[in-house]
């Protein structure tokens, strides 16, 4: 199994400030998911293939990586950006999440 | 659009199972695999496994191979999970996903 391991596991940042996620695997993969979820809330897909924006996400958002070493990045944050994120990977069975890193505005 | 309807909360005692709807629509239903995530309170995501709903083929997780069992009914767009022997550590939101959209979730409680 993949284990997937976020840092940093909780952060906090200031509107307009720039805010990076890792997301580091066990084994190498191919590409990487991410994912927002607000308390209360569905996961909803921020990022697929490592660097693909999904619909309606504001361009704020990019991801990145290869490999072992994959990151999301917000450009700047802002008040609605404050939530979990989680990155997931499926290169290999089981398909498995990080353990999540949760964003809270200053 | 795509939507993905789940089943409402269940409360479900020690031992019994439950059986938990996922109806698709807004896409045709056997172009997805859906997946089925569950999430304890307050923690990650852990995947359960997918089922194709054209063929029925079944990818479960190890740790989930003898808790659930998952089935489509393609006449209806709706996929199912079935959850057997339940205990307190089955109490989680359960999601159905085609990783890119995702349901709503339904909580299930294990109780007595």
């Known amino acids: 199994e993949i284990v997937l391991t976020q840092s940093p596991t909780t952060t906090a940042a200031s509107p307009g400030e720039k805010v990076t996620i890792t997301c580091l695997a066990s084994?190498?993969?191919?590409?990487m998911y991410w994912y927002q979820q607000k308390s209360g809330a569905s996961p909803k897909l921020l990022i697929y293939s490592t660097s693909s924006l999904a619909s309606g996400v504001p361009d704020r958002f990019s991801g990145s990586g290869s490999g072992t070493s994959y990151s999301l990045t917000i450009n700047t944050m802002e008040a609605e950006d404050a939530a979990t994120y989680y990155c997931?990977?499926?290169?290999?069975?089981?398909?498995?999440f990080g353990s999540g890193t949760k964003l809270e505005i200053k | 659009q795509v939507n993905l309807l789940q089943s409402g909360a269940a409360l479900v005692k020690p031992g019994a199972s439950v059986k938990l709807s996922c109806k698709a629509s807004?896409?045709?239903?056997?172009?997805?695999?859906i997946h089925w995530v569950k999430q304890s309170h307050g923690k990650s995501l852990e995947w359960i496994g997918y089922?194709?709903?054209?063929?029925?083929?079944?990818n479960y997780n190890e740790k989930f191979k003898s808790k659930a069992t998952l089935t489509v009914d393609k006449s209806t767009n709706t996929a199912y999970m079935e959850l057997s022997r339940l205990t307190s550590e089955d109490s989680a939101t359960y999601y159905c996903t085609r990783r890119d959209f995702w349901g709503p979730g339904t909580m299930v409680t294990v109780s007595s």
């Open positions: 997931q990977q499926w290169s290999s069975n089981p398909l498995t």
């Open positions: 089922i194709n709903p054209n063929s029925g083929y079944t």
């Open positions: 807004g896409y045709t239903f056997t172009d997805y695999y």
């Open positions: 084994s190498s993969v191919s590409n």
